[in-house]
């Protein structure tokens, strides 16, 4: 999941509007801590 959340918030950056912007800031960094979560187990 954590990979699929980071894959489709960079594509919503590369279509800039604002929106897609934050939204893909927001899954990008949901990606990034499901990915340190499975670390961390």
Do not use: Q
Request: aromatic share 10%.
């Amino acid at each position: 999941m954590g990979i699929i959340a980071i894959i489709v918030g960079v594509f919503f950056i590369i279509d800039p509007p604002i929106v897609a912007y934050l939204l893909g800031i927001v899954l990008l960094a949901y990606g990034i801590m499901e990915l340190i979560n499975i670390g961390m187990e």
